[in-house]
C-alpha cells in the first residue's frame, strides 16, 4: 500500500539521530545514573534554561484568537516582532512581509528544497556539513547534496573550491540549483567574514545559483567574532535560515525562519507552509520573548556563559593532548583525533567512535556522519549540562591520556 | 530561481481561505462594527472557548524536557494519551506507537497523500466534500482527488457509487490508491453507520485501496446519533484522521493525528512527521488537556451546546423558507437554495453567492467549493459567536424571505 516514492525515501534512521535516542535511554545522572551516557553528540545548548524559562513563562497566557485559524506562515504579530529582531541583526529594515515560519529549520530546509529544486537537482554544500541536510534536502524532496570538500587541518572555504564542485556536478549532469552555506559553522566552529560572503555571492549571481545561508547559530558568538550575517546584503540572491533551537535552547519548539528578498521564493514558502504551521501558542509565547526587555540581558548571559565553557573545554582538551580547531562561534568543537586512529580510514574511525561510546559511554560524533573528507576528526557539542559536561570531559581525557 | 514543481503548484489561494480573510479583514462585531462581515463560511466551533480555556491553562507550565529535542512524531506521553483517548472511541485498545502527530489535519493528508500515492495517481473522494482535500493531498503531493459523485438531494454514499468512480478513474489510467471518506461529512452533515462502513471496508479490500477515514468532527454528534469510527475494526487496511481543531475549537494549535494498525505506512508517516512536528509546548498542554478530570464534562458542554444552536437555527431557517439536509454530527449546514438561482447553473450559484457576500456582508460557501455534482446548495456553519451567529442568520433570512 506504501507508494514507490515513499518505499524510496524509507530511512534508515540518520546516524545522530540514533546516537542521540541511544544515549537518551541511559543518560548520565550524578546521583541517579552515575554509570550512564553522556551525550556530546546532539547539537543542543543546555545551559540556557534557567535564563530563558522565566521569559517564557511571562508569556503564556491562553488567549481566544490563538485558539483560532491564522495567516498559516506565521502570525502578523510574531513576523513582526521576528522583523525587528532580524533587522537589528542586518544593520537594514527587514519586512515581515519576507519572513515565513514553519516547524523548525529542518522544515524550512525541507520547504527550500521542493521550492528551488526538482528531482535530481543539486545543492552544494561545504564539508564537512552538519549530516542532517542530507535527510532534510533529501528524503522527501529528493535533492542530491554535492560537497564542497575542504582540505584539513583549517578546512578553509574559498569560492575556488566552490566553483571546482560547481564544474564537478555538471559534469556529472546535475542542475547546480543552490549552495547551502553554514555560518557559525558546524561542525567546524567557524564564523564567515564580509570579504568571504561577498565572493560567495558574486559567484553565486554569475553562476545563478541561489545561495541558502543558515545562521541558526547566529547570536552564538565567542568574544570579539564579528558575524557577517547573509541578511544584510539586500541584493543578494539569498535565503536566510534562523530559528529558536540553538541561540535560545529551545529544539524542543520545533519553530523555523526563513527570510529572503526573493517574492517569488516567498509566495511559494508561504503557500507550503500551509502544512508546516507552528502553533499560535507557541507563536504567542516567542512573540513574547523576543518583546520581553530582557532578551538582549538573556543573549548577553548565553555569550557569556558559552565563552566561559568554550575556554574551559578547550583548556581541558588541550592539557590532554587533544587537538581541536578554534571556535569562533556555534556550540561545537572539531576534534583531531587523527593521531589516536589505528590507520587513517574511516573504518578506524568508525571503531575508535564505536570504542569510545561502548567503554567511555560517550558519545561524540565522528567526521564520516559530516562528509569529512578525511578520516579522524570528532564533533563534541560543549554545551551540556555542567555535571554531564565535567564528567564526560573527564572520562573522554583519562581515555586519551591513556592512549599516549 | 524557482523550481518547475513549485511554477505548477503555485496556487491561487484556495475559495474558502480568501473568504476566509476578506471577512477577518472587515469583521461583524456587534458593538465596534455592526456592518462588517458575517463568516459563516470558515468550519470553527466559536462556542467553546470559554470552556476549554480553563482546561489549557491548567497545563500550561514550561518545563525543562520540553525545551529539548524529544520524539519528532509526537512525545510519548502525549501519544499513550492520545491512545488513552482514542481506544475509549475505538471500543478497543490502541497502541501509541501507531500514532503519529503533526502540524494539522492538513499536513497529515499531505503527508499520507505522499505515503500512499505517487504523482498522478488518484484518491476517490464522495462528492460534494470539503475543497481543502484538493489542496492537502494535491498541492505539493501531486496526488488528485476524484469525486465519487452523489446525488441530491440526500446525497448517500453507496458501495455502487464508489465502484462506479473506481471504474472511471481506471478508465482514464489512473491508479486509484485510496478512498478519502470523511463522517461526521463535511458539508453535509452525515454520519455513516456501521453497517455502509463495513461494505465500504471490504469493496476496498477487494480492489486494494487504502481507505483514509476523516474523523475530524468525531465527538461533535447531535443527540441520538451514533458514530461508527473506522477505529474499531482492527482487520481493516485504514487510517484513521484526527485533530483538535474542530471537537476542541483549537484551530490555531495545529495539531492532527494519524492512526494505522499498517505498521508499514506508520514508519513512514513517524518518518516524514520530521518535518511536521509540533511543539512540545502544545504537546504538553494537550496531554494534560486529554488527562483533565473535566475532558468528559466539556465534551457533554460541547455536544449540548452544538444541539442547541443547531434545533434553533434549523428552526429559523426553515420557518423563513429556507430547505436545508438534517444534520447528524458536524458543525455545518448544507443549504438547498436551488430555488433561488435565476437558472440552474453554477455561474447563478457563483452570482447568489457574491450578491449575499456584498450585499448581505454574509459568506455562506457555495457548493461549487465543494465539487458538488449539482448548483444552488451553499454550507453555513453554525457555530459561530452568538451575536454574530444571531446577526448573519436575520441578514439572510430577511433576504430570502424578501425573495420569496
Not at 543539486?122 to 542530507?134: H, K, N, R, T, V
Request: glycine share 8%; charged share 20%; net charge negative.
Amino acid at each position: 500500500m506504501i507508494s514507490e516514492r515513499a518505499l524510496r525515501w524509507r530511512r534508515h534512521d540518520p546516524f545522530l539521530v540514533k546516537a542521540h535516542f541511544a544515549c537518551a535511554r541511559d543518560t548520565f545522572d550524578a546521583i541517579g545514573n552515575p554509570g550512564g551516557y553522556v551525550n556530546f553528540g546532539t547539537a543542543e545548548n543546555q545551559m540556557l534554561f534557567d535564563r530563558v524559562a522565566p521569559l517564557l513563562r511571562r508569556h503564556t497566557e491562553i488567549r481566544e484568537p490563538d485558539a483560532h485559524y491564522n495567516e498559516l506562515h506565521g502570525a502578523r504579530a510574531f513576523r513582526e516582532a521576528i522583523a525587528r529582531f532580524l533587522s537589528r541583526r542586518a544593520g537594514r529594515t527587514l519586512s515581515p512581509d519576507g519572513i515565513t515560519v514553519a516547524t523548525g529549520a529542518s522544515g524550512i530546509l525541507e520547504m527550500l528544497s521542493f521550492a528551488l529544486c526538482d528531482p535530481g537537482d543539486a545543492i552544494l554544500a561545504p564539508a564537512p556539513y552538519y549530516s542532517g541536510f542530507d535527510h532534510d534536502l533529501g528524503l522527501r524532496a529528493g535533492t542530491a547534496l554535492w560537497p564542497v570538500s575542504l582540505a584539513s587541518p583549517g578546512f578553509t572555504l574559498s569560492v575556488d573550491a566552490i566553483a571546482h564542485a560547481t564544474d564537478e556536478a555538471r559534469t556529472r549532469g546535475l542542475g547546480v540549483r543552490a549552495l547551502l552555506i553554514n555560518s557559525p559553522q558546524n561542525p567546524l566552529g567557524q564564523v564567515y567574514g564580509t570579504s568571504l560572503l561577498r565572493e560567495i555571492f558574486a559567484y553565486a549571481a554569475r553562476e545563478h545559483i541561489h545561495v541558502i545561508a543558515d545562521e541558526i547559530y547566529a547570536e552564538s558568538l565567542l568574544p570579539g567574532v564579528t558575524h557577517a550575517t547573509a541578511l544584510a546584503d539586500e541584493n543578494a540572491e539569498v535565503s536566510v535560515v534562523y530559528g529558536f533551537a540553538k541561540d535560545f535552547g529551545l529544539s524542543g519548539f520545533k519553530v523555523g525562519i526563513h527570510y529572503s528578498d526573493n517574492s517569488d521564493l516567498v509566495k511559494v514558502m508561504q503557500d507550503t507552509a500551509y502544512f508546516h504551521a507552528v502553533s499560535m501558542q507557541t507563536q504567542r509565547t516567542l512573540t513574547g520573548l523576543l518583546e520581553d526587555p530582557e532578551l538582549p540581558a538573556f543573549l548577553d548571559t548565553m555569550r557569556a556563559r558559552l565563552s566561559g565553557r568554550y575556554v574551559a573545554t578547550a583548556d581541558a582538551l588541550s592539557e590532554s593532548g587533544i587537538p581541536h580547531l578554534r571556535v569562533e562561534g556555534g556550540i561545537v568543537m572539531w576534534l583531531d583525533l587523527r593521531h589516536f586512529l589505528t590507520a587513517p580510514s574511516f573504518e578506524c574511525e568508525r571503531a575508535l567512535y564505536e570504542a569510545i561510546f561502548s567503554s567511555c559511554r560517550v558519545s561524540i560524533s565522528p567526521g564520516q556522519a559530516f562528509h569529512c573528507p578525511e578520516p579522524g576528526w570528532f564533533r563534541l557539542c560543549f554545551t551540556m549540562p555542567q555535571a554531564a559536561h565535567s564528567e564526560g570531559l573527564r572520562r573522554l581525557t583519562d581515555r586519551f591520556s591513556g592512549c599516549r
